[in-house]
């Protein structure tokens, strides 16, 4: 038993100083680069405005700043407003939001106090706010995965989650719907 103990002594200090010059600090890549995308144009006071093959109004993009990136294919927008025009060109629906990115499929991702506004007096939707929303500006179909609430002439509701199309009006909450209808005496 006493010659086991000294033996067992070396055998730990071997293992120590084996784990000890085992030790290897990690080598960091010094070639990985992280990418710093620069613009490849800014805007100030942005404002843009789509025609149809006939000369028709479609959207009208403004914007206070905004950053083009030909490498990335999108654009930014700081407090970006979209407009959308029926067929006759008049204003038909606004959108407004605190920031966006309008990418080269045409479609808009509108972020942070995102604000809908039917412009024409027989507009089923009234207002939409919601902190999230994805527009395609060629289909008009909406999406979003936060929480809607929608204002109209007889009506309010609210949940999470949306998929609609504007160009026909059609609107579906996606999760946890309340609606309040109003029927006012005429």
């Known amino acids: 038993m006493s010659r086991q103990t000294p033996l067992f002594a070396l055998l730990f200090l071997v293992a120590l100083v084996a784990w000890q010059l085992s030790k290897v600090d990690p ?11 620069q613009p490849d144009f800014i805007a100030k006071g942005l404002v843009t405005t789509r025609f ?3 000369g028709k109004r479609t959207e009208r993009l403004e914007s206070d700043y ?5 490498i990335l294919e999108q654009a930014t927008f700081e407090q970006p407003v979209v407009y959308l025009f029926d067929e006759s060109g008049r204003d038909e629906w606004k959108v407004t939001a605190e920031t966006g990115v309008l990418n080269i499929d045409d479609s808009v991702i509108l972020r942070e106090k995102v604000h809908l506004t039917g412009l024409q007096p027989t507009s089923f939707i ?3 706010d919601t902190p999230y929303l994805e527009l395609d500006l060629v289909t008009q179909h909406v999406r979003s995965n936060q929480y809607v609430n929608i204002v109209g ?3 309010q509701t609210r949940g999470v989650g949306l998929k609609g199309q504007l160009e026909r009006k059609y609107f579906e909450l996606l999760d946890q719907g309340h609606a309040i209808y109003f ?4």
Do not use: G, P
């Open 52 to 54: 149809d093959i006939n």
């Open 66 to 70: 905004a950053e083009y990136f030909q």
């Open 27 to 37: 080598i960091v890549n010094e070639t990985a680069k992280t990418e710093h995308y």
């Open 153 to 155: 002439r007889d009506f």
């Open 183 to 186: 029927n006012e005496k005429r």
């Open 126 to 128: 009234a207002t939409l």
